[in-house]
């Protein structure tokens, strides 16, 4: 039996009942000169299948000689999903990847048992205006596969299967979802989409994954009677068909989902594990600083700085 702390085998099923499980509020932050909005972990969900981190940053217009400078830093235990609507990020880890990733590709970071990557808009793209707008979230992996050696992974937005028609656009960034699969494997299963409705158009939740959830990203949806406007997250009822449909503005929708993880999970920073001891390793090997012969090494070619530990 997969672990769901809000499955509650006693809880009544059909019209009695509203089919959203929990909304949340994003929290936001101000991180210089752009705002995230943080929906996962919240105090009322740490995760939703896989999905353990759920951030939107933007939409922000840099100027010439503005943008993001993430140093590098360490991950454990998750994957990195970075979908941009707007802009690109360079991309650089200590497995050697150099990449720039673009609007509508799609880029799976697997930290396993460690990576270390920064993320910069660096180099000619700096010299120009840029708008930047994007997700990026984070993939708790199975027991199994917390020890597993990192591997980025990249597809180009053409090779990404779009579903069309009745108003909607529907591109799948991973997993499956509606008879269609993406192309990069993921540590789980699971299903990530990116849908633009145009007004009153309505989906499907895909039904074939336990737990489910919906990011309002632009516009309004009407779910079960009740309307939803951007920067809200729902998570639903397993089990119960749902369906949603944009409001007279339209909608963009992030749909995520996939089976409940073996168990809860530790977060603290960059680190995410099944247990404490874990994060206490990794916090060590980050805080020691070998990086030649350590579990952490820094990008080939950005390695002349990096996060150091936090205090607490």
Known sequence: MSWN?????????????DSIETVIVPRARDLGGFEVRRALPSPKRQMVGPFIFFDQFGPVEFLSGQGIDVRPHPHIGLATVTYLHKGKIHHRDSLGTDQWIEAGAVNLMVAGEGITHSERIDGQARQEPMSMFGIQSWL?????????????????PEALPELEGEGKVVRLILGEA??????????????????VLQPGAAIPLPDNHEDRGVYVLEGEIEVAGQSFASGRMMVFRPGDRVSLKAGRTGARLMILGGATMDG????????????????????EAWRAGDWEHGRFQLPVDDNAEFIPLPDQ
């Open 140 to 156: 708790a992996l199975p027991k199994d596969k917390e020890d597993d050696p990192a591997a980025f992974l990249n597809a180009a």
């Open 264 to 283: 809860p999970r530790y977060l603290w920073w960059n680190f995410v594990a099944s247990s404490q001891e874990r994060i206490e390793a990794a916090k």
């Open 5 to 17: 702390p809000a499955l509650d085998p006693h809880t009544p099923t059909g019209d009695d009942v």
């Open 178 to 195: 509606y008879g269609e699969r993406a192309p990069v494997e993921t540590p789980s299963e699971m299903c990530y989409l990116d849908a």
